[in-house]
């Protein structure tokens, strides 16, 4: 384990390796991430060759969003959610899970449209208040299949608004609203050290995991001290002492910006199913506690030596 720091403003932890990100995007990705909802219903189910990406705080967007509902705008058939404010994560978050509890793509799009046009008579009150808009948005959530205290569509929607925040992240793509082509010179995946360092940190924010993440709107609210947050990058097959689990431990619980070694991870049953169970939380404390007290207990498991996250995960709870 070792520290480094960004002259931006970054301690960089790196614990066990980095992993590359890949050259290029598939286009499938961007097609089975993004949302349909403002699509006509003869276009459902397309794959378009270009798709907007919108913000909910985004003057021009909401503009967009007035357009298409209104008949005056041809709306793509899909588009992606840039969230990375947290106020506009929250709006989408309560939009999404109504719409993705319902028991129909017909009706989604219909809440969807409901819901938008709802948001757009005072967009402002509800960002200040998303208590407001969440109280709103469950009267729309009708009698489905799935119940508003069910974890479920709570979980999906913040997988979804996650999957499109590492999208944009990866590809640079912070200013809204844009339009992403499915060239592949449009789908490549630059190089950290071709990034500004505004975009680095942007990139840092988008694709880590939100669970851990400290209040960065607090963080960012003095411009004269730059936050400084731990980035780790954790490679899950890599033994670590006790000392080395303890420092990990202290720093997950101050909040970090979190990845994971993808190559090493994708490797593990045990690390996809942990991971499963986390994403079907419905909320990011939910997260954050299970994730926290999975490393608490792995840093208990045993009195000496160095032992991996895999190494605990494998074993019996009992033994644990």
């Given amino acids: 384990?070792?520290?480094l720091f960004a002259s931006w403003g970054f301690a960089v932890m790196a614990v066990a390796g980095w992993s590359a990100e890949p050259s290029h995007i598939a286009p499938e990705v961007f097609w089975e991430t993004g949302l349909p909802g403002l699509s006509a219903e003869e276009t459902a189910g397309s794959q378009p060759?270009?798709?907007p990406v919108y913000q909910l705080s985004c003057a021009s967007c909401l503009e967009s969003f007035a357009a298409i509902l209104s008949g005056d705008e041809e709306p793509s058939a899909m588009f992606l959610l840039n969230t990375s404010k947290l106020a506009d994560r929250e709006?989408?978050?309560?939009?999404?899970?109504?719409?993705?509890?319902?028991?129909?793509?017909?009706?989604?799009?219909?809440?969807?449209?409901?819901?938008?046009?709802?948001?757009?008579?005072?967009?402002?009150?509800y960002l200040n208040d998303p208590a407001a808009w969440q109280l709103h948005a469950l009267a729309k959530w009708g009698q489905s299949g799935e119940l508003p205290g069910g974890p479920k569509p709570w979980a999906a929607a913040l997988n979804r608004l996650h999957a499109h925040n590492r999208l944009l992240g990866q590809l640079d793509v912070y200013r809204t609203p844009s339009w992403l082509s499915m060239e592949e010179d449009?789908?490549?995946?630059?190089?950290?050290?071709?990034?500004e360092p505004a975009g680095l940190q942007y990139r840092l924010m988008m694709t880590a995991e939100p669970a851990l993440q400290p209040d960065w709107d607090r963080l960012q609210s003095n411009p004269e001290q730059p936050a400084r947050v731990n980035q780790i990058e954790f490679n899950p097959r890599v033994?670590?002492?006790?000392?080395?689990?303890?420092?990990?431990?202290r720093e997950l619980e101050r909040g970090v910006l979190w990845y994971w070694s993808e190559d090493a991870s994708a490797q593990s049953d045990w690390i996809t199913q942990w991971?499963?169970?986390?994403?079907?939380?419905?909320?990011?404390?939910?997260?954050?506690?299970?994730?926290?007290?999975?490393?608490?207990?792995?840093?208990?498991?045993?009195?000496?030596g160095e032992w991996s996250l895999v190494e605990f995960l494998q074993q019996p709870p009992r033994d644990r």
């Avoid at 449209?113 to 005072?122: E, G, N, V």
């Fill in 1 to 3: 384990m070792r520290c």
């Fill in 49 to 51: 060759w270009e798709i």
């Fill in 91 to 125: 709006i989408a978050r309560v939009m999404l899970a109504v719409v993705l509890a319902q028991p129909n793509e017909a009706k989604r799009r219909r809440v969807f449209r409901d819901l938008l046009a709802d948001y757009l008579q005072s967009p402002a009150d």
């Fill in 186 to 195: 449009a789908r490549r995946v630059p190089a950290d050290d071709e990034l």
């Fill in 239 to 249: 033994a670590l002492d006790r000392k080395s689990w303890n420092e990990l431990l």
């Fill in 275 to 304: 991971r499963d169970k986390m994403e079907a939380l419905p909320d990011y404390p939910a997260r954050r506690k299970f994730f926290i007290e999975t490393f608490r207990a792995a840093r208990l498991w045993k009195r000496k």
